[in-house]
């Protein structure tokens, strides 16, 4: 279903390429992604290189994450993070929003801007979702939760439900903090993750090959 929803869409400059063309991922996100504390190669963006590169992928994933960013702050530099005109872009946003108690209201109205953006665009995207602290309160954690879910059935974008799956509360895949992912931790990220990645990366070349 996710490769039939992008064959579809018409045509777009930075897709219409030879097939073995290398392929821009931008991760646009927070400490999540931005590699938090973590050595040179040790992060989200380089670790889902190597990832694909092991896969035959011909791909560069750039790092267009900031850390401590909210979904204002990406709403805001929307612009600047498409600037190498990505061919496919996973949005990992709203965890800053969470931890900060930001009305999930707000939350929801940036991440549909900047979904729709990328929809007029024609830049495919995968949604990578976040999910309340209990401590928060129900009324916020349901509020919260359902954002994801919703936007991704509005736009017809793939979801990714929650960033940190298979991570989160396990000390062993956490820094100190017990909030970011170690090393380790961006490897089961990346392992978890990474077959929809290359999904979405299979029905984009098959449409780069139809194109050609």
Known sequence: ??????????????????????????????????????????????????????????????????????????????????????????????????????????????????????????????LAGMLAAPNLGRDYEAEFNAIYPRLAKQYGVPLYPFFLDGVALKPALQLADGMHPNAAGVAEIVRRIGPLVEQLIGAIMARRAKES
């Open 1 to 126: 279903m996710l490769c039939a929803a992008l064959l579809v869409a018409s045509p777009r400059p930075s897709i219409a390429k030879t097939a073995d063309a290398p392929l821009r991922i931008a991760v646009i996100g927070d400490s999540l992604s931005a590699g938090y504390q973590l050595a040179a190669g040790d992060g989200f963006t380089d670790q889902l290189q190597v990832w694909l590169g092991k896969k035959g992928i011909n791909a560069t994933v750039l790092n267009a994450a900031v850390s401590g960013d909210t979904t204002s702050g990406g709403r805001a530099r929307l612009d600047w993070a498409l600037a190498e005109t990505p061919d496919l872009v996973i949005l990992e946003l709203g965890a800053n929003d969470m931890l900060r108690g930001i009305r999930p209201s707000v939350t929801g109205e940036n991440l549909a801007a900047m979904i729709a953006a990328l929809k007029r665009r024609q830049i495919p995207l995968l």
